[in-house]
């Protein structure tokens, strides 16, 4: 069975900074496109970054500057490096699978494979 195991949540003041894990096992990792998504309580699932085979990246408007996605094919990961945090970054973070062909990235409804979440929270 495929499965998707993030890691690396916690608790941090802002200003802080995590970095999230994601590692993937039953899956030909570098042919998968790789996306990050948070849901905070109350509030939809969003799209934060996404990185397709090439290592091209993708980043929602309010992490640019901040958050950097990258991937390790030999160990079937991937990462999110979180930096300068804000309480409002405070949410479950989930990291996605897409075997499909990069066309939209920051919608949830491409990936085929997902993960349980982490969860990050981001105090004042």
């Known amino acids: 069975q495929v499965q998707l195991v993030e890691s690396g949540g916690g608790l941090v003041q802002a200003g802080g900074s995590l970095r999230l894990s994601c590692t993937a096992s039953?899956?030909?990792?570098?042919?998968?496109?790789m996306g990050w998504f948070r849901q905070a309580p109350g509030k939809e699932r969003e799209f934060v970054a996404a990185?397709?085979?090439?290592?091209?990246?993708s980043y929602a408007d309010f992490v640019k500057g901040r958050f950097t996605i990258s991937r390790d094919n030999a160990e079937n990961t991937v990462y999110l490096q979180m930096n300068s945090l804000k309480p409002e970054d405070t949410a479950v973070y989930y990291c996605?699978?897409?075997?499909?062909?990069?066309?939209?990235?920051?919608?949830?409804?491409?990936?085929?494979?997902w993960g349980q979440g982490t969860q990050v929270t981001v105090s004042s």
């Open positions: 039953r899956l030909t990792f570098s042919g998968y496109h």
């Open positions: 996605a699978a897409d075997g499909g062909t990069w066309r939209s990235p920051s919608s949830d409804r491409v990936y085929d494979v």
């Open positions: 990185i397709n085979w090439m290592t091209k990246t």
